[in-house]
């Protein structure tokens, strides 16, 4: 039997070559989607992983992504104004969306002008109505969308999107979106799509850099025993999908038998 946590760590030298893979991987995603279904359902993360992501906005990715069919969901948002130096929807406008001709309508962000509960509640609607419409497709292990591609980002605590480590958030089943008020990391409020919906996804990328990161790629990697917590971002374990880590030398400074991606 296929040992279901099937996951790929692709570790690079130098950040440029990580930027360049990861817009290879993204635009080889976008084209195979947009082939088989019309459509490509990505959903976004805040922090490094946009500016990393930038070489989607140059020459040859520029021309060749159909940007026409991409729909851009996030991940985790805070709940804050849209123009808020903390909205990662900011950061991805500024970074990414407003380079390139994305669909103006087809960028679904969160009602800043609600509590983080409504906020969670409103999201998910959304979420429900485009799945009723096949803009994202469903999950055919569960009743849980299935986005063509998630890109996650990890924290040096091992948090992904806004699931934390020993947060009750980590045990959510029933929920697409829920919320937080009282996250450890500012702004406290927040939205998050939970682990189910996470781990129903076609495809997961978690990109990770820095030095900050590698006791935390360590215990999420590689096989550290019972004894150690497991972090939010080793339960990121997608049933039937692929799971891919961009890690940059420091990030896998701490890995068993860590070797660079030719």
């Known amino acids: 039997m296929a040992n279901k946590d099937v996951k790929e760590v692709r570790i690079y030298e ?22 088989e279904r019309g459509v490509f359902a990505v959903a976004l993360s805040g922090g490094s992983l946009i500016s990393l992501m930038g070489k989607l906005c140059e020459a040859p990715y520029s021309k060749t992504v159909d940007w026409a069919k991409w729909y851009i969901f996030w991940v985790d948002e805070r709940v804050v104004a849209k123009n808020h130096a ?17 669909v103006p309508s087809h ?20 979420i429900r109505q485009l799945v009723r419409t096949r803009v994202i497709s469903v999950s055919d292990i569960s009743d849980c969308p299935k ?9 040096p605590d091992g948090h992904v999107a ?10 959510e089943k029933e929920e697409w979106v829920t919320f ?17 919906v996470i781990n129903s996804a076609s495809n997961v990328a978690i990109v ?39 890690l940059d030398k420091a990030a896998a400074s701490k ?7 030719e």
């Open 208 to 246: 990770a850099t820095g030095s900050s990161k590698a006791e935390a790629v360590h215990s999420a990697i590689d096989d550290v025993g019972p004894d150690c917590p497991t972090l939010p971002a080793k339960m990121v374990q997608p049933s039937k999908v692929n799971l891919v880590w961009f």
């Open 180 to 196: 937080l008020t009282d996250s450890p990391k500012p702004p406290p409020e927040r939205i998050t799509f939970t682990l189910p």
């Open 14 to 35: 130098y950040l440029d070559e990580l930027s360049t893979d990861l817009a290879d991987y993204i635009a080889e995603l976008s084209e195979a989607s947009v082939k």
């Open 107 to 126: 960028v679904h962000s969160i009602n800043d002008t609600v509590s983080a509960e409504k906020a969670a509640e409103d999201y998910e609607f959304v």
């Open 147 to 155: 986005f063509d591609l998630i890109l996650l980002g990890m924290g």
């Open 255 to 261: 890995l068993d038998g860590a070797k660079f991606s």
């Open 86 to 102: 903390d909205s990662n929807y900011k950061l991805a406008k500024d970074g990414l969306l407003s380079k390139v001709p994305i």
């Open 162 to 171: 806004s699931l934390f480590p020993n947060h009750s958030i980590l045990d």
